[in-house]
């Protein structure tokens, strides 16, 4: 299977999330974790970027991570799927191998 | 007679802004503002707060960091009235941007534009970014 990115950095102050969906292939996957899980909400100046992403590339959001910042499921861009700390794990492991844009 | 300390500038009240662009959490700067705030109104200053860019999800409401074994630092805000801080200035650009509004803070704020914060940023004596 294809390779799992993570990105932890807010889309709104670093262009890790930019850099990560211009060079994530088709089939990957990317989990936002940290500050990175503002890039999940919709409605914001990148969510058409990250809408757009999604036709090829599935999105994962870190359930805590979003809960921490006050953030609900009902604020996520459509088809991104939150997941707990197992469901990063298995991430990992159904993933052939990983990268990190921090 | 008044210890050295008391002489000098006795009763001098500045003007502090504070400018809060982190997201909390991610990094300790939000967290380190809060103190330095509460620091500056124990001197009785003129405090005001300002945030913008990712700053406004400082305040975002219903934050539980339970599941990130974090101290939810966020219901601070809701007392900073009772050390008479009470100009707390949000930048309504930034909320736009992320998708949102004055209702998800958790405290009353006022939303200004960038050319008034600018103004307001303007009369400070002392104004610190974090």
């Not at chain 1, 970027?49 to 009902?74: C, H, N, Q, W």
């Amino acid at each position: 299977m294809a390779m799992l990115h993570t990105v932890n950095k807010s889309p709104f102050e670093r262009v890790s999330l930019d850099s990560c969906i211009s060079m994530a292939q088709k089939g990957s996957s990317v989990l936002l974790i940290e500050d990175g899980v503002y890039g999940a909400l919709k409605g914001t100046s990148v969510s058409d970027k990250v809408s757009k992403a999604m036709d090829g590339i599935t999105f994962y959001v870190l359930g805590p991570d979003l809960a921490a910042r006050g953030m609900t499921e009902d604020r996520i861009i459509s088809g991104i799927k939150v997941v707990d700390y197992a469901g990063f794990v298995d991430l990992t492991t159904k993933h052939e191998n990983f990268q990190a844009w921090l | 007679m008044a210890e050295p300390w008391e002489e000098e500038n006795e009763g001098t009240v500045k003007k502090f802004m504070f400018v809060n662009r982190k997201a909390p959490y991610g990094t300790i700067y939000a967290l380190e503002s809060l103190e330095v705030v509460l620091i500056t109104a124990a001197f009785d200053q003129d405090v005001s707060l300002v945030f913008t860019d990712d700053g406004v999800f400082q305040i975002k409401k219903g934050q539980s960091t339970a599941g990130i074994g974090m101290k939810n630092f966020s219901p601070t805000y809701r007392a900073l009235e009772g050390y008479d801080i009470e100009k707390l200035y949000v930048d309504q650009e930034s909320l736009d941007a992320r998708g949102m509004t004055a209702a998800d803070l958790i405290v009353d704020v006022e939303v200004l534009s960038r050319q008034q914060l600018a103004d307001l940023m303007n009369e400070q004596d002392v104004v610190m970014s974090f």
